[in-house]
């Protein structure tokens, strides 16, 4: 069983910048592309971004590319997603999730391509 835990979240202002993270209980997730969602009040969850098993290629949505960065440090199990010129429209729980594919070639952006997620963190950004 693989629990992976964020940490970070919390309030901060339009403009400013906050980093969140996800640290793995095994070394599981090593060899697995790990990927950033949100889920805000009332809407669907979306893919944010994501960085490849050997943390050499990442991905991002659209509405981030630019301001939001995922990295990884395998060593110590964890993933971060270091957030700059936030928005009141990026508040959300993020959550972070695990590839179901081994080593996969491709970035999955939908969540059922994902088998293990962490409880989120709530990101709150004040206009």
């Known amino acids: 069983q693989v629990q992976l835990v964020e940490s970070g979240g919390g309030l901060v202002q339009a403009g400013g910048s906050l980093r969140v993270s996800c640290a793995a209980s095994?070394?599981?997730?090593?060899?697995?592309?790990m990927a950033w969602f949100r889920q805000a009040p009332g809407k669907e969850r979306e893919f944010v971004g994501a960085i490849m098993w050997s943390g050499d290629n990442t991905y991002y949505a659209s509405s981030v590319k630019g301001r939001f960065t995922v990295s990884r440090d395998n060593a110590k199990n964890t993933v971060y997603l270091q957030m700059n010129s936030l928005k009141p429209e990026d508040t959300a729980v993020y959550y972070c999730a695990r590839d179901s594919t081994y080593r996969s070639s491709y970035f999955h952006t939908r969540s059922y391509e994902y088998d293990y997620w962490g409880q989120g963190t709530q990101v709150t950004v004040s206009s």
């Open positions: 095994r070394r599981t997730v090593s060899n697995y592309a």
